[in-house]
């Protein structure tokens, strides 16, 4: 891949990764993912901002190989250490035996610990604030801890107004040509960024929202994150996405999840959904845990306000893949949500009970629940109806 403009002075270099099926072992990747370098050309110096993933990193070499002149980069900017972007840090350090790694005292930790770099004198520590000359450019870092790990940084460079933002702001999907977001439809990628978002990053909404508030007063025409287009046109859109997802402020709609061993849960779960829909309710998700991913599921269970969750007792438990989507959830300590719960049990009621109060643990407004024993039958579908209205009524956007 040629290495593309995206300002006079700022290239990307990046790479797309269409194989890997399972983002971090978890996350399915139906349309790729891309990890995002950038250099940065100052007049005296150069700047390479982060790297790649080690198995995708061929490309990346001879990118900067080809196009850039990989011996003339001076700095290697860190703003993320995991992996996906840290990967070929070993190996650029062969290749540009001179560098010098630029990132925060838990960086600096983290590249000792995950490669085995010591010797002091190839590190830059910067802290909060700090500049860093290229000539006729500069780079300024502000530290976002837990955006998405304890070191993540943001580096800014004023003269281009452009952010290169870390995990901030990413999203999945492969880069297919484009590369700033007005040279492309962007459906796709601001679909997954919801999923994105919700999947790696949701359970550090305060820190997100620290990062948001300390770059708020940057002019900002580019923002370059580790993942996904270049935001350009689309910057206030996304903000807003983030923002909200954040501060978990929900959107309009009711996500109902559930398991199923041989059907009747299931029929409860389509019940709810039509009662719903009877009640003028247009934007209902309803998700199968025993053959769907998580992922999806956290990702509409993030985003809209309504959630029903629904599991037969299994073992005297939950059935597993609920209790793993409950855990999802707790994890992530979702917020603003108008919930409901139901159960189906042959002889013990304990799904519908355990899954009530994983709720309510939560904080999340409760409108009920229903305990169905073996099958569907004229008082279930009567309470059915009676917790749907319930949740209607609770909902505040509509
Ligand atoms: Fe794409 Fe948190 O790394």
């Not at 309504?306 to 299994?314: R, S």
Request: charged share 20%; proline share 4%.
């Amino acid at each position: 891949m040629n290495l593309k403009e995206i300002t006079k002075r700022i290239l990307y270099a990046g790479v797309n990764d269409r194989s890997t099926q399972l983002f971090e072992g978890l996350w399915p990747l139906p349309y790729g993912v891309s990890y995002n370098s950038y250099i940065v050309k100052g007049g005296a110096k150069t700047a390479l901002i982060d790297t790649v993933e080690l198995g995708h990193s061929r490309e990346f070499f001879n990118s900067l190989k080809r196009h850039a002149g990989i011996e003339t980069i001076d700095y290697l900017v860190i703003n993320h250490m995991e992996p996906d972007h840290s990967g070929a840090i070993p190996t650029l350090l062969t290749l540009c035996p001179e560098i010098k790694i630029v990132g925060n005292s838990k960086t600096i930790q983290m590249v000792k610990g995950f490669y085995h770099i010591e010797d002091p004198s190839v590190f830059l520590e910067v802290k909060d604030g700090d500049t860093l000359d290229l000539g006729d450019v500069s780079l300024k870092f502000f530290l976002t801890p837990m955006v998405h790990w304890p070191e993540t940084m943001m580096t800014y460079c004023p003269e281009e107004r452009t952010i290169f933002s870390g995990d901030a702001f990413g999203t999945f999907g492969a880069l297919n040509g484009g590369l700033t977001d007005d040279e492309m439809d962007c459906a796709i990628y601001i679909e997954e960024m919801y999923r994105y978002y919700s999947n790696i990053v949701g359970k550090y909404g305060t820190f997100v929202c620290k990062a948001l508030d300390k770059i708020t007063d940057l002019d900002i025409d580019y923002v370059c994150s580790t993942h996904g287009p270049v935001w350009h046109s689309r910057i206030p859109e996304v903000k807003d996405i983030v923002k909200r997802l954040a501060t978990y402020t929900p959107e309009p709609g009711v996500t109902i999840v559930y398991g199923s061993m041989y059907g009747n849960t299931a029929d409860v779960a389509d019940l709810f959904a039509c009662e719903l829909n009877k009640l003028g309710i247009r934007n209902i998700k309803v998700h199968n845990a025993t053959v769907e991913n998580l992922s999806q599921i956290i990702s509409d269970a993030f985003r809209y306000e309504g959630l029903i969750v629904g599991a037969p007792t299994y073992s005297n438990e939950v059935f597993p893949p609920v209790q793993a989507f409950l855990n999802a959830i707790r994890i992530r300590e979702i917020k603003n949500k108008v919930a409901a719960a139901f159960g189906n049990h042959g002889w013990a009621p304990l799904a519908t009970k355990a899954i009530a109060a994983s709720l309510q643990d939560l904080g999340l407004e409760f409108a009920g629940s229903v305990a169905m024993k073996q099958s569907m039958c004229e008082q279930t579908a009567a309470e059915v109806a009676e917790v749907a209205a319930k949740v209607a009524s609770m909902l505040k956007y509509r």
